[in-house]
């Protein structure tokens, strides 16, 4: 039984949002199975959601704005935590 996946704004912001959650050792490496950190690879991809969110503004609705906003301020609280 073949998936049907829909290409979003959301679902990218979603999938850059979870590999830096990974590299930041928050969930287990879905190839692993283990954690691990990354700094510099939780890094940037907090970074593309930055340039995302600049190159983006004022062309999201209200609800990609907000689910960009909130996952940019929390990885960036946990990346600040983390050291």
Same mark, same amino acid.
């Given at each position: 039984?073949?998936?049907?996946?829909? #290409?979003? &704004?959301?679902?990218?912001?979603?999938? !850059?949002?979870?590999?830096?959650?990974?590299?930041?050792?928050? =969930?287990?490496?879905?190839?692993?199975?283990?954690?691990?950190?990354?700094?510099?690879? #939780?890094? &940037?991809?907090?970074?593309?959601?930055? !340039?995302?969110?600049?190159?983006?503004?004022?062309?999201?609705? =209200?609800?990609?704005?907000?689910?960009?906003?909130?996952?940019?301020?929390?990885?960036?609280?946990? &990346?600040?935590?983390?050291?």
């Amino acid at each position: 039984m073949s998936e049907s996946f829909e #290409a979003s &704004f959301s679902v990218l912001v979603t999938s !850059i949002a979870s590999s830096a959650a990974i590299s930041l050792g928050l =969930a287990p490496n879905p190839s692993t199975g283990k954690i691990e950190e990354d700094r510099a690879m #939780a890094k &940037f991809n907090i970074d593309l959601l930055n !340039i995302l969110q600049e190159k983006t503004k004022n062309n999201l609705t =209200a609800d990609e704005q907000q689910l960009i906003s909130h996952l940019v301020q929390d990885l960036h609280l946990k &990346f600040v935590q983390k050291k």
